[in-house]
């Protein structure tokens, strides 16, 4: 986790509310992942960067936005189209071949 | 959609045991990657393997890479209690976004 952290750890959002999930890292990697993980499964890829200013979808990127203004951070909102948003997000980077993930934050909608 | 799929979903072993994950893929690769994932918690990188190797090792971890078969296996050796976690297989296909693709995972469970 060193190098990269997300908050909040625990997030409770209402039903028809945007909420924001913070990513900062401090490895200088250019590259930076967002993931969704839900109970007993793998990780699904909704949105990459690979370079300020630039953002491409992923697999499932539908109710989703993020942001690149910055080296260092790279925030996803889920918005209120995102109609199953309960589950665990992973911020990541990349530097060669290998990825380096968040600690997570666990969204929970009410 | 997942790309690989690990075999078991879950293994229970005594510590000193060995444990082996299988991971099972589609498509052809660039690498194949094993991370592992305490509960709650971030993945850690565990070990990469290219398509043009056969075997790595690092420490009491080894793996294997059948690209014939499209398939990949990890082995924990001299297994303890602290190695409890779930562990997922993860593809690089080098695609333009060197997206990783990964499987579902297998739960392991080392029991004192």
């Known amino acids: 986790d060193g190098g990269i952290t997300q908050s909040p750890k625990y997030l409770f959002r209402k039903e028809g509310q945007n909420v924001t999930l913070s990513c900062e890292q401090n490895l200088n990697h250019d590259a930076m992942y967002w993931y969704r993980q839900d109970p007993g499964q793998g990780l699904r890829l909704i949105y990459y960067?690979?370079?300020?200013?630039?953002?491409q979808k992923g697999d499932i990127a539908e109710g989703y936005s993020v942001s690149r203004e910055k080296k260092e951070s790279f925030p996803l909102t889920v918005t209120s189209a995102q109609k199953n948003p309960t589950a665990f997000y992973l911020c990541?980077?990349?530097?060669?071949?290998?990825?380096?993930f968040g600690p997570g934050t666990r969204l929970t909608v009410l | 959609s997942q790309q690989g799929e690990e075999d078991p979903q879950a293994l229970s072993i005594q510590e000193g045991e060995n444990a082996t994950m299988n991971c099972s893929y589609k498509?052809?690769?660039?690498?194949l990657q094993w991370y592992r994932q305490n509960s709650g918690r971030g993945l850690v990188h565990l070990i990469l393997?290219?398509?043009?190797?056969r075997e790595k090792h690092s420490g009491r971890l080894r793996v294997t890479l059948d690209t014939s078969k499209k398939s990949s296996s990890l082995l924990i050796t001299a297994s303890r209690a602290a190695d409890t976690a779930s562990y997922f297989c993860a593809t690089d296909d080098s695609g333009s976004a060197r997206q990783l693709t990964f499987g579902s995972g297998t739960q392991l469970t080392v029991l004192p």
């Open positions: 990541a980077t990349r530097r060669a071949d290998t990825q380096y």
């Open positions: 960067s690979q370079i300020v200013n630039d953002f």
């Open positions: 393997i290219r398509s043009n190797e």
């Open positions: 498509t052809s690769i660039n690498n």
